[in-house]
């Protein structure tokens, strides 16, 4: 995890940067507006999320934010300030979300964490398998991934082909546990999409997959099933926030 801090209080900074330490986070940290478009220039499709502060010299956080939205690709920013009235303000310049200084670091672990939920993507490359997890496009993509996963689903797909699906949310270790630890040359899951569900089978060797499509009454029947097997594959590998 990326994350590009934008915050002038050197008190903030340190406490930032130990929570950034205890979590496990990458992060650089700008002390102006001007500085955090700079990393963003600088380091364009490196960051998972931007952690902004409003009232900051030289340049503030809204202008930062329309400056990194016109200018690099997307990625979620949260506006971190003790100021409420810039809710609206801030929105309307980009920001995904809005918190107020101060938060207790379990709830900003919480929010960085809901937003940075991504799809996932499994790819060859010198002939070894891997899962990859896409940052959204978009605000617009973001907000469908957060609903998603609230309803235990990701979105999968295979590189170099047109294949999307809805999955459990567990995929990944699945995918990671088959094709990797087992080193089996086949996976099958659920595709859940509501309007053509189906039965995935991915081979390993070409990355090829095919679907046998299944009714939703049949999808409704084997989606326990499948739950119940996915459990085994929950990371349970978890940093526990500050408090």
């Not at 903030?12 to 650089?28: A, C, K, P, T, V």
């Not at 400056?67 to 003790?82: C, D, L, N, V």
């Not at 084997?222 to 097997?229: A, G, T, V």
Request: hydrophobic share 35%; net charge neutral.
């Amino acid at each position: 995890m990326n994350i590009l801090i934008a915050e002038d209080a050197p008190i903030l900074q340190s406490l930032n940067i130990r929570l950034m330490e205890h979590w496990g986070y990458d992060f650089d940290i700008a002390s102006n507006g001007k500085e955090a478009v700079e990393y963003a220039l600088k380091n364009d499709g490196k960051y998972d999320l931007g952690l902004m502060d409003i009232e900051m010299p030289i340049m503030n956080g809204m202008e930062a934010t329309q400056r990194i939205r016109q200018e690099t690709k997307y990625f979620p920013i949260i506006a971190y300030t003790s100021n409420p009235s810039h809710r609206r303000q801030c929105l309307e310049y980009g920001c995904d979300a809005f918190v107020e200084k101060p938060m207790m670091p379990g709830r900003l672990y919480k929010k960085i964490k809901e937003l940075t939920v991504k799809s996932l993507l499994l790819c060859i490359e010198k002939n070894n398998i891997s899962i990859k997890q896409v940052t959204p496009m978009s605000s617009d993509e973001l907000e469908e991934l957060r609903k998603l996963e609230k309803q235990g689903l990701a979105k999968f797909s295979l590189i170099g082909t047109e294949y999307k699906f809805l999955v459990h949310k567990n995929i990944q270790n699945k995918l990671s546990h088959d094709f990797i630890a087992e080193k089996k040359l086949l996976s099958e899951f659920i595709d859940r999409s509501p309007d053509s569900p189906g039965i995935i089978h991915v081979y390993a060797s070409n990355l090829h997959a095919n679907k046998k499509f299944i009714s939703t009454e049949l999808l409704n029947q084997l989606i326990p099933e499948e739950d119940k097997k996915m459990e085994q594959f929950t990371d349970k590998v978890v940093r526990a926030p500050l408090s």
